[in-house]
């Protein structure tokens, strides 16, 4: 009961950042939908960290449409992915 308490509390304390998960998916779904399945194809060239990267990018978006756009922690985030892809495509091209 303890755990489910403290779960609970924390997801109490998030939803005020990110506003309600159900709202949040919609968003974040519809976002990976258009990335994933566009008609360029190019989707599917992408490295892995590519793909992951631009899917966390757009749950971030999501957080940031659905909670409150002025969190600071989404926008580093976003940076950080990209940054992430950058750093390894900036070395492999050394």
């Known amino acids: 009961m303890t755990d489910n308490v403290n779960v609970n509390a924390i997801l109490a304390e998030r939803g005020k950042t990110h506003g309600k998960f159900e709202d ?5 779904q519809d976002l990976k939908t258009i990335l994933h ?3 360029n194809e190019k989707w599917e060239l992408l490295s892995n960290d590519q793909k992951e990267a631009l899917d966390m990018i757009a ?8 909670g409150n756009a002025d969190y600071v922690d ?11 892809v950058s750093n390894r495509l900036t070395s492999e091209n050394s």
């Open 24 to 28: 949040h998916a919609k968003i974040s």
């Open 37 to 39: 399945y566009s008609d």
């Open 59 to 66: 749950h971030k978006i999501a957080r940031i449409l659905n």
């Open 74 to 84: 989404h926008w580093a985030d976003i940076a950080g992915y990209a940054t992430l």
